[in-house]
């Protein structure tokens, strides 16, 4: 095989991709990206070490999250960029061996001669694309042959969690959050799958932590959020469209956004927001301006057809870029980790000063008005302040049975045919239900008119992926207030699906929560051992979606 994927959903035949990615990615890229996170194993080996005789790692706390967020899925295609990024691991690496073989030999009095992986010492021969990409294989997920499948697939397990962590960490990064505590939780983790003969518990206790770490990833992205543009606040949002030049700005990354609007001020371009990008109408700074007029189109997959209709300059700013089509490449940006090979990118932040957005505003002067898609509106903003503001009236309605059950239906949309799935169980769910959502997920259910109950949207769109913390505050919260043990007493389902690594560590931060019994899907994640799954359900009851109908029974049941 020319090259073995298996982190997302839709991966090949269930199992992993061999020859191209189905997201796209080619051999090249794939081989590049393991050999990207076998440098970052090996800089964190000696971050590790460092700290045994009292080095402080200050090296990292940047690179180690952009790192691993380069590789997640729909990020970045590009091989140069990934190869420059390897060589800049590769220095921070040496430089930080360095500073430990130094203090070690003061401490110690004689030369660090302790064994370490090889991720901690290997050095290319040559610098180029292709040289790197075959160097590639030998840093694989298969490459160790030596390794056992369980083993296996809790050390890939650990790493994607680390990577679904990486990218709600940059994001909070680049608003100025940062905890070191989190980078030393990745380098520990990453240390640890660099070893040739890991040990299973300890692995699988680091899974749980990765957890754990994902929940304080999580509040640190969501305080970094609210405190720079407001608490977020329910929102009719506008799915039509206005004449004039536009730009659709997709991704997560709300800092590209605001600079985005400030330095369209006044010119006439409209901005809308897609995809993921949805939930920012609702935070209370970007109100302000009156040409974020509403957003377009739908969740990632569709993008194509999206992008080719929009018309305007499109900026990718996250993950969920798909290949795109010569139609739109033109007009087509990307900035942060997304890149796409001879696509425009907006360069990184200098001394912390606005990206400069010219390029992308001048394409859209001379581009032609948006084709609608659609009309009417969608509602956003039920992040867990909203909902715990209106605490009361949810608890009454609890009380007098008009709320029977709450079913949490967060996570990812895909290509895949069974996510019909969520939208006919969103559709047959009795009248008495309420959907928590957040993620693109909700796409496959937030334009059905499901009503109301006592004035309640029966569809609480928290935000992003990253807001699924607000879902468990909520959850919390209402177990609080309604006197019960845990939120497993609560007339809660879980129903989430999955598609790439920021699910995976959603999934990992309920589990380590306590929560039980959550449903995933459409498919089980490739990377799960039968053995690894057992022990999910023995100890959580994790469990695979079932058919529409018999999910329907169980949730109505409260099972």
Sequence with gaps: MSMFCFQCQETARGTGCTVRGVCGKPAEVARLQDLLIYLLKGVSVWGVLGRTVGLADTETGDL????????????????????????????????????????????????????????????????????????????????NTELDEDRR???????????????????????????????????????????????????????????????????????????TYGKPEPTEVNIGVEPGPAILISGHDLRDLHEILEQTKGTGVKVYTHGEMLPANAYPLFKQYDH??????????????????????????????????????????????????NVTNIPDRVNNQPKDWSPVIERALRC????????????????????????????????????????????????????????????????????????CAKYRYNKLNLGTIAGIPRVLDAGQ???????????????????????????????????????????????????KNVRIGPTLPAFLSPNVLQVLVDKFGLQKISTVEQDLATIVAGH
């Design 153 to 227: 697939s809790l050390r890939e397990t650990l790493v994607i969690g680390l990577k679904g962590m990486s990218a709600y960490y940059e994001h909070a990064f680049v608003l100025g959050k940062s905890d070191p505590e989190i980078v030393v939780f990745m380098q520990e983790a990453l240390a640890a799958a660099a070893e040739d003969d890991p040990d299973a518990e300890g692995l699988l206790n680091l899974v749980l932590r990765a957890g754990e770490m994902g929940v304080s990833t999580m509040a640190l992205l969501d305080a970094a959020n609210t405190e």
């Design 368 to 439: 032609q008005s948006p084709t609608p898609l659609e009309e009417g509106t969608v509602t956003v903003g039920f992040a867990h302040d909203t909902v715990l503001a209106a605490a009361p009236a949810v608890l009454e309605a609890i009380q007098s049975g008009a709320i029977k059950r709450f079913v949490v239906m967060g996570g990812c949309d895909g290509r895949h045919p069974t996510r019909s799935y969520f939208t006919d169980v969103a559709a047959g769910l009795p009248e008495d239900s309420i959907i928590l959502t957040a993620g």
């Design 64 to 143: 180690i999250p952009k790192g691993l967020f380069t590789t997640i899925t729909n990020v970045n295609f590009d091989a140069e960029s990934i190869v420059a990024l390897g060589q800049e691991a590769l220095r921070r690496r040496d430089a930080l061996r360095a500073r430990f073989e130094a203090a070690y030999q003061q401490a110690n009095g004689k030369a660090f001669d302790g064994k370490v992986p090889e991720a901690a010492t290997w050095q290319p021969q040559e610098n180029s694309v292709e040289a790197w990409a075959e160097y590639g294989v030998m840093a694989g997920i298969l490459a």
């Design 465 to 515: 992926c990253n807001d699924s913390y607000s879902l468990v505050v909520i959850a919390m919260k209402l177990a609080e207030a309604l006197g019960v043990e845990s939120v497993n007493d609560l007339p809660i389902e879980y129903d989430i699906a999955w598609y790439e690594q920021k699910a995976a560590i959603v999934l990992l931060a309920l589990l380590s929560l306590g929560i």
């Design 292 to 341: 974020l007029v509403g957003n377009y189109g739908g969740s990632w997959w569709h993008q194509a057809s999206e992008f080719e209709s929009f018309n305007g300059a499109i900026v990718l700013t996250t993950n969920c870029l798909i290949p795109p089509r010569d139609s739109y490449l033109d007009r087509l940006f990307t900035t942060g980790v997304v890149r796409w090979p």
